[in-house]
């Protein structure tokens, strides 16, 4: 997705030097020229997929064709998201997936290039004295670095650390997966009503308990999150979902 091409970086500091521009340019779309961003990523659009290149730039463009491509690519989709979300809460998630993308990046070039044990060691400690582009869109950098523990205490609830600006009543506000055990002591009829009853809005399919499910908050259908593009992790920062049909009818009314 580049314009221009940029040399590979071979050593740990020239990794390092490309993770920083690369992340240098992602922080800018997510902070000041975060309107300009938000503007790209309509969600009327196929998947779009935020870049950072080395010379601090960003970009939104559609993934690239080649298969499998040059350098691991971005989240795809960011844009399908945008309008059923806080604007907050959806800056964070993108800034979640940059900081997953940069990751990726910066230790495929160390595999590429044969970097030992010292060397991706190096790298990765380089890389972790910088705050996360998370950090620095949801103001928590300070923070995270005076008490690198009040992240770690939660992580295994839904409402993890890094949520912790959500408040308990909002990371409770989407409706997911249906819990067709709760009725267990209804017996087998009340199983197989909650069975035959729950559908996907989407694609017509029952509700399969190996499956995510997430709940519309407007029309109150069920939805698989694979038909409507909403993973779990995604699902934890959204406050009030809309499915694709009841935002895109109130787009056309505003």
């Given at each position: 997705m580049e314009a221009t091409p940029h040399p590979l970086p071979r050593s740990v500091d020239e990794v390092f030097s490309d993770f920083k521009g690369r992340r240098a340019g992602l922080i800018k779309a997510l902070t000041a020229d975060v309107q300009k961003f938000y503007q790209r990523c309509d969600p009327e659009k196929e998947n779009l997929c935020l870049y950072g290149f080395p010379n601090e730039t960003w970009e939104v463009n559609l993934p690239v064709e080649e298969v499998p491509p040059e350098l691991p690519?971005?989240?795809?989709?960011?844009?399908?998201?945008?309008?059923?979300?806080?604007?907050?809460?959806?800056?964070?998630?993108?800034?979640?997936?940059?900081?997953?993308?940069?990751?990726?990046?910066?230790?495929y070039f160390g595999a590429r290039f044969g970097f030992g044990k010292n060397e991706r060691k190096r790298l990765f400690q380089m890389i972790n004295d910088?705050?996360?582009?998370?950090?620095?869109?949801?103001?928590?950098?300070?923070?995270?670095?005076?008490?690198?523990?009040?992240?770690?205490?939660?992580?295994?609830?839904?409402?993890?650390?890094?949520?912790?600006?959500?408040?308990?009543?909002?990371?409770?506000?989407?409706?997911?997966?249906?819990?067709?055990?709760?009725?267990?002591?209804?017996?087998?009829?009340?199983?197989?009503?909650?069975?035959?009853?729950?559908?996907?809005?989407?694609?017509?399919?029952?509700?399969?308990?190996?499956?995510?499910?997430?709940?519309?908050?407007?029309?109150?259908?069920?939805?698989?999150?694979?038909?409507?593009?909403?993973?779990?992790?995604?699902?934890?920062h959204i406050k009030q979902y809309k499915c694709p049909s009841c935002s895109s009818k109130r787009s056309r009314v505003n």
């Open positions: 690519e971005p989240a795809l989709g960011i844009n399908f998201a945008r309008d059923g979300m806080q604007e907050k809460d959806w800056l964070s998630l993108v800034a979640v997936h940059s900081d997953s993308w940069l990751l990726s990046v910066a230790f910088l705050p996360t582009i998370f950090e620095v869109v949801t103001g928590n950098a300070k923070q995270s670095k005076d008490q690198p523990a009040a992240h770690n205490n939660g992580s295994k609830s839904k409402s993890s650390g890094k949520l912790s600006h959500l408040s308990e009543s909002q990371a409770k506000g989407v409706k997911m997966s249906p819990p067709p055990k709760e009725e267990d002591e209804s017996g087998e009829e009340d199983e197989e009503d909650d069975e035959q009853g729950a559908t996907c809005g989407a694609c017509g399919d029952n509700y399969g308990t190996d499956e995510f499910w997430i709940c519309c908050d407007v029309c109150e259908r069920w939805f698989h999150g694979k038909c409507v593009k909403i993973t779990p992790a995604k699902a934890e």
